[in-house]
């Protein structure tokens, strides 16, 4: 199915830990992008990236690390857990100066 | 990127037209203004985006002011399913999009 797909839905993970979020997009859309949104607030840009193997820092870059090997593909990876992360994370493609599509949001739980 | 002001909320009557103001004093001549709505917990929707002219979708029309400061989305005939946080954002990056705290919009029977 064409879209954009984030997996997990949600995850429950302890402080600590290394996790990965997926992204998945099927439209080849040259840029895409990973947000957080912490309850009651608005989404903040962690990630960007424009094209496969080029990426660049957003508004609060600090703890996560992503790759883009692949134009469909846009992992975001925390690699040490830390309880101020639990959030609600989306990932969005688009390609320049057009509409960006959101995937559903992963719900991360860090205990 | 330019930042936008938008009031923190605002009340429309179901049926009535729904007008979300927008400053964006600091817009360059290459940036875009972006409209989207983020319903509940959803991921944000794209609604419409304009350089310099008006625009007009099936969702919504856009009037950009001819110095292009400041802009209004105006959803003509708002619903119950339109109550949601409404963002304007300013960028020319790539379609990069920085959010902002966006209009909590009200539409009320």
């Known amino acids: 199915d064409a879209g954009i797909t984030q997996s997990p839905r949600y995850k429950i993970t302890e402080t600590g830990r290394q996790v990965t979020l997926m992204c998945h997009q099927t439209?080849?859309?040259?840029?895409m992008f990973w947000y957080r949104q912490d309850l009651g607030h608005g989404l903040r840009l962690i990630y960007y990236?424009?094209?496969?193997?080029?990426?660049d820092k957003g508004e609060v870059p600090d703890g996560y690390v992503v790759s883009r090997s692949k134009t469909e593909n846009f992992p975001l990876t925390l690699e040490s857990a830390t309880r101020s992360q639990t959030s609600v994370y989306f990932c969005?493609?688009?390609?320049?100066?057009?509409?960006?599509?959101f995937g559903q949001g992963t719900r991360l739980t860090v205990v | 990127d330019a930042k936008t002001t938008q009031p923190t909320s605002m009340d429309c009557a179901e049926g009535r037209a729904a007008n979300l103001p927008c400053n964006h004093s600091?817009?360059?001549?290459?940036?875009?203004v972006y409209w989207y709505r983020q319903i509940h917990s959803q991921g944000p929707q794209y609604i419409i985006h304009?350089?310099?002219n008006n625009e007009t979708n099936e969702m919504a029309s856009l009037i950009i002011t001819e110095d292009r400061k400041s802009s209004t989305l105006i959803l003509p005939h708002a619903t119950l399913r339109d109550t949601a946080v409404y963002y304007c954002?300013?960028?020319?990056?790539?379609?990069?999009?920085?959010f902002g705290q966006g209009t909590e919009l009200s539409v009320k029977p």
């Open positions: 969005a493609s688009s390609e320049q100066n057009t509409e960006a599509f």
């Open positions: 954002i300013v960028s020319n990056q790539g379609g990069k999009l920085i």
């Open positions: 439209w080849s859309h040259s840029y």
């Open positions: 990236s424009a094209a496969a193997d080029i990426t």
């Open positions: 304009g350089l310099k």
């Open positions: 600091t817009i360059s001549g290459n940036e875009y």
